[in-house]
């Protein structure tokens, strides 16, 4: 038998200390017990998880960044999204001077991620077809950025 202190593991119904008996078996269950919630409140700072991900009205979205966002931050995210916008409409224009073959091969490779392979098979021409198709294709594509001053 162990003597056990009740405020230390039901602090909020024993506000005083109370000491009581109880057999091995529950002591080392207390124990225990204590002992995991002690390991989640550690995790819990460490990941600074606070809020739960059960919650579903939208607070989950919040758990992962803590930390407002300065203004210098805010604009730069902005700037960055304009120029990404203003280089896909660039690739978009550059995609139209080139011919149909070249844009869908170019097409095929890097947007649908297919491999030169699978783009010859599709097409019925040889893979070596399709390399110096798509070659050729983004050197005419990096000249139209030269002549139109795009690159850098």
Same mark, same amino acid.
């Given at each position: 038998?162990?003597?056990?202190?009740? %405020?230390?593991?039901?602090?909020?119904?024993?506000?005083?200390?109370? +000491?009581?008996?109880?057999?091995?078996?529950?002591?080392?269950?207390?124990?225990?017990?204590?002992?995991?919630?002690?390991?989640?409140?550690?995790?819990? @700072?460490y990941h600074k998880a606070y809020y739960?991900?059960?919650?579903?009205?939208?607070?989950?979205?919040?758990?992962?960044? +803590?930390?407002? %966002?300065?203004? !210098?931050?805010?604009?730069?995210?902005?700037?960055? !999204?304009?120029?990404?916008?203003?280089?896909?409409?660039?690739?978009?224009?550059a995609m139209g001077d080139l011919t149909?073959?070249?844009?869908?091969?170019?097409?095929?490779?890097?947007?649908?991620?297919? %491999?030169?392979?699978?783009?010859?098979?599709?097409?019925?021409?040889?893979?070596?077809?399709?390399?110096?198709?798509?070659?050729?294709?983004?050197?005419?594509?990096?000249?139209?950025?030269?002549? %139109?001053? @795009?690159?850098?």
């Amino acid at each position: 038998m162990k003597t056990i202190n009740l %405020k230390k593991y039901y602090y909020p119904l024993f506000v005083t200390d109370t +000491f009581i008996e109880v057999s091995d078996e529950i002591a080392e269950a207390l124990l225990l017990m204590r002992r995991e919630e002690n390991n989640r409140t550690h995790k819990i @700072w460490y990941h600074k998880a606070y809020y739960s991900l059960d919650c579903e009205d939208g607070i989950e979205n919040c758990a992962f960044d +803590f930390t407002a %966002k300065s203004p !210098e931050e805010i604009l730069l995210e902005q700037e960055e !999204e304009q120029i990404f916008l203003a280089t896909l409409e660039h690739l978009s224009e550059a995609m139209g001077d080139l011919t149909d073959t070249q844009a869908r091969r170019i097409h095929a490779r890097y947007v649908l991620g297919k %491999k030169l392979a699978e783009i010859a098979a599709e097409e019925g021409v040889s893979v070596s077809v399709v390399q110096q198709t798509i070659k050729s294709a983004l050197k005419r594509m990096r000249r139209y950025f030269e002549k %139109k001053k @795009w690159r850098k």
